[in-house]
């Protein structure tokens, strides 16, 4: 059974810098085409998605944010990490992270609050 | 980026009734592999969005067949037929086929 569970720190403040992990069992991010993305969505809004990492350990961004993101794995391949730089109210939103493309499987979210 | 254009924004449905929503992109969502990857979810109130057709018009596990997916290009559509209450929510479709991924603004099914 797959799942996926995303966490981060609640609320931050502006500045400061975004870190979320993505802990996944059922599936192993070292098997071949494998991919965990994250996504978020402002509440009441669209969904946006930001990042991808794959079994091979290459990286993808959404242009409109990619000087700011950086995606990674952990060595046992049962963590992806998300970190988003310099903040602001406008990262206020519900972070997603789901498996495969297109987006077969996700996890609960966890709602992050940019604030001063 | 690929635009993806939704309609209707809100759709009033009575139980039992047959729905269809249009998913329109800006440019082809043919790859060059050949295949289309257009999709489709439904995010029911307070939860994560779940997938429900792949590829354009695949349905994923566990999905009835009451929903079905068409279209070529850059139309698309989702068809429900005898909507149930548990199909309420708000419907995305999303391109995978260009970076960066997009979705549509959403479609919200709600009771007339």
């Known amino acids: 059974q797959v799942t996926l569970k995303e966490s981060g720190p609640g609320m931050l403040q502006p500045s400061k810098t975004l870190s979320l992990t993505c802990s996944f069992s059922g599936f192993s991010l070292s098997t071949s085409g494998m991919v965990v993305s994250w996504i978020r969505q402002p509440s009441g809004k669209s969904l946006e998605w930001l990042a991808a990492?794959?079994?091979?350990?290459?990286?993808y961004y959404n242009p409109s944010l990619k000087s700011r993101l950086t995606v990674s794995k952990d060595t046992s391949n049962t963590q992806v990490f998300l970190k988003i730089t310099s903040v602001d109210t406008a990262d206020t939103a519900t972070y997603y992270c789901a498996l495969s493309i297109p987006f077969a499987y996700w996890g609960q979210g966890t709602l992050v609050t940019v604030s001063s | 980026d690929v635009l993806m254009t939704q309609t209707p924004v809100s759709l009033p449905v009575s139980l039992g009734g047959q729905v269809s929503i249009s998913c329109r992109s800006s440019q082809s969502l043919v790859h060059s592999d050949g295949n289309t990857y257009l999709h489709w979810y439904l995010q029911k109130p307070g939860q994560s969005p779940q997938l429900l057709i792949y590829r354009v018009s695949n349905r994923f596990s566990g999905v009835p067949d009451r929903f079905s997916g068409s279209g070529s290009g850059t139309d698309f559509t989702l068809k429900i037929s005898r909507v149930e209450p548990e199909d309420l929510g708000v419907y995305y479709c999303l391109q995978s086929t260009h970076f960066p991924y997009t979705f549509g603004a959403g479609t919200k099914l709600e009771l007339k």
């Open positions: 990492i794959d079994w091979d350990g290459d990286k």
